[in-house]
């Protein structure tokens, strides 16, 4: 089943065509669509699956290489369209394949009255089939395709509802940030051949060691330059802005792409340079830096923002850098690890949040009222009308808070452990522990706050909308009770060895992390140390859990329309900190007047089109009247003319 | 051998065809000079077929027939002008000005 | 003695063009034509081309030159007014002429032996003696058949080509000059 990897991405890809096809030929269609649609996904699911028994009856000690042709035959460069699969790409593949295909499913229901609903279901495939190359892609350009594809997608889909220009302004926004990131990947691409000589991944874990001293420079600007694209897929400090915008898009898709797969990119390649990560300490300290800053940072804002879908997106951000401090720490797995379970709680949180928007949207719709569905001032005591929702809603919560036994906890905990153990190298990843702890507490405060602004306390809807507010369909309720599960016992992959378990997911990525893990161990902290660290990350987060209960139901609050607006620090916040009004003064404006002012006006206008085009043009008239002075028509010039002409050459013949 | 004085001769009788066709502007005058001129390359040709053989004959032979040809179509066409303009001065043919 | 006789039909020539050029009258300037090209017919008798003198005076004087004086007489320019060009032309005329006639004299100074001479010092060397056999050649046969002998194996034999294309040449120049002429197209 190995070598037929490659159907993974061939069944998304067909679905793309077909539906795309039908969107521009017949997009009512709708019934042919979701079977396409959802099925090939599903296929992709069973393939991944069989691949994966094929991986745990023999696991390999080196990736299998499947070739599907020659690429790039350059000279030196023999570059092959390869897929590599080993245990992490496994892992990402089920993943993405899995998570995918619930979110397509929960798009029939969500999606049903969208008259886009075939172009939304092309994109969407098109979207597993880029993000699929990137993780089975064996070398850094085949990776880069499914990198910049996936950039792609997000920008079609994130502006899928384009009419609106603000949502066509955030599917550009999305793009331009990514492609920054995207400049430091390619910068990073062309040092690894300048120095290695090859771009494949077994080709870099081969060598690198032998050509990078540890800690030199080369290899540090090579990782520093590959963690700027990883901000920018992955939403870390400073090229984050991009992805609260994105929430402009559908909210499967906000599942799909800013929460489970594409956003994950960034530590996932992380994870697959481990060789470069580990020779370079210097870099895996910034990534782990910014992991942590990030991860408190965005947690601060998502404290006061009130639109579901913003405080899940900071959200988002915010374990992100958690994953970040843990590939930054040196303990892939563990990234790994919280990146899988994420995948299961943060969908399952953006399709509940999405099931409530469906409900208010109606209820809105009915009653032709403009009041935002998304505002959670607008929601409140939603249990006795959606109950399922808040039941899942309430486990992913308690997943993302931490608290045990769900697999938010067991993930989370290993990060915070390991970032505490490097504390004995170096002391900053104290701090660093110290602010994924802090974080901790905010997350598991916003996240109550979110739970009880939207589901307890009095509806706040208004009196008619109440009567239309009503549970989703099953088809939408049915991948969100399948995430809860997983978010409920996804622990069990990685149970440390501090409840018996038998970390079988670090053990089931060694061969893949063996060659980092030669640079330097990790001494996870055990005994006693474990359980203070233990204990003391869960009171952390039931006590955000019940501070983040208490505070919002204590305050009073009103439906959007009629809220005060935030004042002082509350503000500040919920203003995001002003950093996208600090990038726009900062960057965007003058790039703009350069490009007015400047290249518009002086470069093109007055250089090229002035000097260059006119100009030779005038050139060429100017000689042309010159010439025509001589078109006297009078036959005794001519004559003159000639005989000066015949006079030089007879002169030149007869020296 | 006369080859020289005859060789000088040409040059002399040349240069006078030269300066008429330069000097005049009546068109049948001109065309008058142009004959001049071919008359002294014709003398060259002969002078010089003592050096090098009847090829020189055979060149004034070609000359002159063709320079009989020629005379006979500009004449043509200056009967032709003279129809339009009832002159032949080319001061005032300036038609092809550019 | 021949170069006496030379030189007095040479003055004659120069005058003749002088006069030619300076006419008023187009008709008088044709005349003086005529006079140079009879001068011109006695020195080619002065170089032994007896044959291209007499078709010099049959076709150039007898027929060219009629045919001026009946285009002359038919548009009625007997009579003309002055029509030399301006004083600036005059100048040029002077400057270029006077070029002219010094760069075409400065070729005279190749006598043969000259000549043969400066071509024997080139690198593909020829022997002073065999450069001028052609004309040598042509001497004996003219001085046995006449010009008319020596001219006529290289016309018919190297040159038949030019001869039959000349002849097609005549032919054009013919109906070109009667459609050119026409009244009425």
């Known amino acids: 089943m190995t070598s037929l990897v490659w159907l993974t991405v061939a069944l998304p890809l067909a679905g793309f065509l077909a539906n795309g096809a039908l969107a521009i030929r017949r997009p009512a269609a709708k019934d042919a669509v979701s079977y396409i649609g959802v099925g090939v996904l599903i296929a992709a699911f069973i393939v991944s699956v069989g691949v994966f028994i094929d991986l745990l009856k023999s696991p390999p000690h080196s990736p299998h290489i499947i070739t599907l042709w020659r690429w790039l035959p350059v000279g030196p460069l023999q570059l092959d369209l390869a897929f590599q699969v080993d245990q992490l790409s496994a892992v990402m593949l089920l993943v993405v394949t899995g998570v995918g295909s619930l979110i397509h499913l929960f798009s029939v229901g969500y999606m049903k009255s969208d008259p886009g609903y075939a172009r939304y279901f092309a994109y969407l495939n098109l979207f597993v089939v880029f993000m699929l190359v990137l993780v089975l892609g064996s070398s850094f350009p085949v990776m880069f395709i499914g990198w910049e594809g996936v950039g792609l997608c997000s920008y079609l889909l994130i502006g899928f509802w384009f009419n609106d220009k603000a949502n066509a302004d955030a599917g550009k926004k999305a793009f331009i940030v990514n492609r920054i990131g995207d400049f430091g990947f390619m910068v990073a691409m062309f040092l690894i051949w300048h120095h290695l000589g090859t771009l494949t991944f077994t080709g870099m874990t081969d060598r690198a060691p032998a050509v990078f001293a540890s800690g030199s420079a080369a290899v540090t600007a090579i990782t520093l330059f590959l963690f700027l694209g990883c901000t920018g897929k992955s939403a870390q400090i400073p090229l984050y802005t991009w992805l609260p915008d994105a929430m402009a898009g559908p909210t499967p898709v906000s599942a799909l792409i800013h929460a489970a797969t594409m956003v994950t990119a960034g530590v996932y390649l992380v994870a697959r340079t481990n060789v470069l990560f580990a020779l370079a300490p210097v870099s895996s300290t910034v990534v782990a830096g910014i992991g942590a800053l990030t991860a408190l940072f965005a947690a601060t804002i998502a404290l006061r923002q009130y639109d579901i879908k913003k405080v899940l997106a900071y959200s988002t951000i915010s374990q992100l850098g958690y994953m970040f401090i843990g590939v930054g720490t040196g303990a892939y797995a563990s990234g790994v690890f919280h990146l899988v379970t994420h995948a299961f709680f943060k969908a399952l949180l953006f399709l509940g949040a999405g099931s409530v928007i469906h409900a208010m949207h109606h209820a809105y719709h009915a009653t032709h009222s403009h009041a935002d569905a998304q505002d959670m001032r607008n929601m409140g005591g939603l249990k006795q009308y959606m109950p399922a929702t808040f039941w899942l809603m309430l486990i992913g919560t308690l997943a993302i808070a931490g608290v045990p036994p769900f697999s938010g906890f067991f993930s989370k905990d290993e990060i915070l452990a390991g970032a505490f153990a490097r504390g004995g190298d170096l002391l900053i990843y104290y701090v660093f522990y110290a602010m994924g702890i802090l974080a901790a507490l905010l997350t598991a405060f916003y996240m109550a706050r979110l739970l009880t602004m939207t589901f307890l306390g009095e509806n706040r809807t208004g009196e008619q909308e109440r009567h239309h507010l009503h549970e989703a369909p099953p088809v939408m309720t049915g991948p969100l009770i399948v995430l809860g599960v997983l978010s409920a016992i996804g622990g069990m992959i990685n149970l440390p060895p501090l409840v018996g378990g038998g970390a079988w997911l670090e053990h089931w990525l060694e061969p893949v992390t063996a060659r980092a893990h030669q640079f330097f161990a990790l001494e996870m902290p055990h005994g006693q140390t474990e359980y203070f660290l233990v204990g003391g990350a869960v009171a952390i987060s039931l006590l955000g859990l019940f501070a983040g209960y208490r505070a919002t139901l204590a305050r009073k609050i009103v439906p959007a329309s009629e809220s005060a607006e935030d004042t002082g620090v509350a503000r500040v916040l919920n203003r995001k900190y002003y950093v996208d009004e600090v990038y726009d003064a900062i960057i965007v404006r003058p790039l703009v007047w350069l490009s007015r002012t400047v290249l518009w006006r002086v470069v093109d206008q007055g250089v090229v089109d002035g000097a260059a085009v006119n100009g030779t043009a005038k050139l060429s008239r100017g000689l042309g009247w010159l010439g025509s002075r001589l078109q006297t028509g009078q036959v005794g010039v001519y004559v003159v003319l000639f005989l000066v002409g015949a006079l030089w050459i007879l002169h030149a013949m007869v020296r | 051998m006369l080859l020289g004085p005859s060789l000088a001769l040409s040059a002399i009788l040349f240069s006078l065809g030269v300066a008429g066709v330069l000097l005049r502007r009546n068109a049948i005058v001109l065309f008058m000079c142009i004959e001049l001129m071919l008359n002294a390359v014709n003398l060259s040709f002969v002078a010089l077929a003592q050096l090098h053989g009847a090829s020189g004959y055979v060149m004034v032979f070609f000359v002159m027939t063709v320079a009989a040809a020629e005379a006979a179509v500009g004449l043509a066409i200056i009967i032709g002008i003279f129809r339009h303009k009832q002159s032949v001065d080319l001061g005032n043919i300036n038609l092809l000005r550019g | ?185």
């Not at chain 3, 060219?64 to 600036?88: C, K």
């Not at chain 3, 008319?148 to 034999?157: K, N």
Request: include cysteine; hydrophobic fraction near 60%.
């Open chain 3, 1 to 185: 003695m021949t170069e006496v006789v030379f030189y007095i039909f040479a003055a004659i020539a120069v005058l003749s063009a002088t006069l030619c050029i300076l006419q008023r009258s187009p008709m008088a300037s044709a005349l003086w034509l005529i006079s140079t090209m009879f001068s011109l017919a006695a020195i080619y008798v002065l170089l032994n081309a007896q044959f291209i003198a007499a078709i010099q005076v049959l076709v150039y004087a007898g027929a060219i030159m009629v045919l001026f004086l009946f285009v002359i007489m038919l548009l009625n320019l007997g009579h003309a007014e002055s029509d030399f060009r301006g004083p600036s032309t005059v100048a040029a005329t002077l400057v270029i002429v006077g070029l002219l006639a010094i760069e075409l004299l400065a070729l005279t100074r190749y006598t043969p032996r000259r000549l043969a001479n400066e071509l024997s010092q080139w690198p593909t060397f020829t022997d002073p003696a065999t450069v001028f056999v052609a004309g040598q050649v042509t001497q004996q046969e003219s001085a046995s058949r006449g010009v008319v002998g020596a001219l006529a194996a290289p016309l018919f034999q190297t040159y038949l080509i030019p001869f039959e294309i000349t002849s097609v040449l005549l032919l054009a120049a013919i109906v070109g000059a009667v459609v050119l002429a026409k009244r009425n197209v």
